[in-house]
């Protein structure tokens, strides 16, 4: 994951907790306020009904028993009634045991020994990866058990003629809706039954359990009046197929969401090989519309002149033979004057200059030359082009 991406996410879930905190702020501390204030109310109450009671010694009572609350004492049980009832009965404690390994940790039960707070480091360090293997190897075989389940009502659908991505909507629907009437509803209408539950508690008990959120304040099996030692083992139970399920759902939308991945980069990949492709094929068009790119611009031609005429030579020089007579041009040839064509290459300019070089030597004229000890200017005018018609070769007595 990049580092901008990690950090957009961390912004994300930031602020997801600041929302979540000031809706809990307003929504919770009203409550807390009023019932700070009935208890004031309660205890003045008290101490105008018992003058001989102090305030103080009021105070030091009350925090007695929230302590004693804390420890795992029930206000409900006195000595008469329910004196066999604990809370760390075989049921009880088996159920400790599983809120441990299943990491949901409700708190109504609390260790106080030190013997049981070290146990209980070594015993979570052993269960909770032993309990993970477990859930995934159950998972999977819910998780099989219900989509070949599904695959037969598939089947029934394509006879049907169903299209089958409508099918997989479908499947994916009753899996979900399998599940949660399996692990949802109906532990929802039960808990409301056995402990006397609103239907709001029960679901709200149900979701917080399965999400192992575990916040404490209703635990199945907890109230003394629950006296079956199979009820809270029982309960277990359902919670390690519920979270097996929802290991199941987790799982199939990682694998949704992977194939999409997948999917989708190869579908990338293709728009941007035929964007690629359309690309190419526009330049292709473009360039053979608008022609070759042309070369840049040479200088300005001056304008054909005829060869200056031939000096006079020295005596002594034997006389150049005169220049055989060229043969007129053919009609078919075009009657404007020859101009420059511009060249691509250096070695055709060079190839171009030593061919007119030839044909003044031809006509016998040679080219005059610098005087020694005297330098060229730095830009001579440049000869006068002329065409590369089919010219007659140079007859091999004629001297250069």
């Known amino acids: ?12 879930v930031l602020l997801y907790l600041v929302s979540g905190a000031l809706v809990f702020q307003a929504l919770e501390q009203p409550h807390e306020q009023q019932a700070q204030r009935e208890l004031g109310e309660v205890r003045e109450k008290f101490l105008r009904a018992h003058p001989c009671v102090s305030d103080q010694d009021l105070g030091i009572f009350i925090k007695d028993v929230a302590d004693a609350l804390g420890g795992g004492a029930d206000p409900d049980i006195n000595s008469s009634s329910n004196s066999n009832h604990s809370a760390w009965d075989l049921g009880s404690a088996f159920f400790f045991s599983g809120t ?16 049981g707070r070290l146990f209980c480091i070594f015993y979570a360090l052993v269960g909770i990866p032993l309990f993970g293997i477990l859930l995934a190897g159950v998972g999977d075989r819910l998780g099989s058990s219900l989509r070949r389940g599904i695959g037969h009502i598939e089947a029934i659908f394509l006879k049907w003629h169903v299209p089958p991505g409508l099918v997989r909507i479908l499947s994916a629907v009753l899996f979900l809706l399998i599940g949660c009437l399996l692990f ?9 039954y056995v402990e006397g539950w609103s239907k709001l508690e029960a679901i709200y008990f149900v979701v917080v359990t399965l999400t192992t959120v575990g916040f404490g304040d209703y635990v199945a099996g907890a109230s003394p009046n629950q006296s079956n030692a199979a009820y809270q083992p029982l309960v277990w139970f359902w919670i390690l197929l519920g979270l097996a ?7 199939t939308i990682g694998n949704w969401l992977r194939v999409v991945s997948r999917r989708t980069r190869a ?4 728009l941007t090989a035929q964007a690629a492709s359309w690309t190419g094929t526009v330049t292709a068009r473009v360039t053979q519309r608008v022609g070759p790119t042309a070369p840049p611009p040479l200088e300005k031609e001056r304008p054909f002149l005829p060869p200056p005429p031939c000096p006079a030579q020295p005596a002594g020089r034997p006389p150049s033979p005169l220049p055989v007579k060229a043969e007129p041009p053919s ?4 009657s404007t ?11 055709e300019n060079l190839a171009f200059i030593d061919e007119s070089s030839d044909t003044q030597s031809e006509r016998g004229c040679a080219l005059p030359r610098a005087p020694r000890g005297r330098r060229r200017p730095p830009n001579p005018p440049r000869k006068p082009a002329r065409p590369r018609g089919p010219g007659r070769p140079r007859e091999r007595g004629v001297p250069a």
Not at 267 to 270: H, P, R
Not at 331 to 334: E, F, I, M, R
Not at 337 to 347: H, I, N, Q, R
């Open 1 to 12: 994951m990049r580092s901008t991406t990690l950090l957009a996410l961390l912004a994300l």
């Open 100 to 115: 441990i390994i299943t990491t949901i940790g409700y708190g109504n039960a609390a260790l106080r020994t030190d013997a």
């Open 184 to 192: 949802v509803l109906t532990p929802t209408f039960v808990f409301c």
């Open 245 to 251: 399920y929802f290991a199941s759902v987790l799982t």
């Open 267 to 270: 579908e990338m990949g293709g």
């Open 331 to 334: 009609p078919s040839s075009p």
């Open 337 to 347: 004057p020859p101009t420059a064509s511009a060249l691509d290459y250096p070695s």
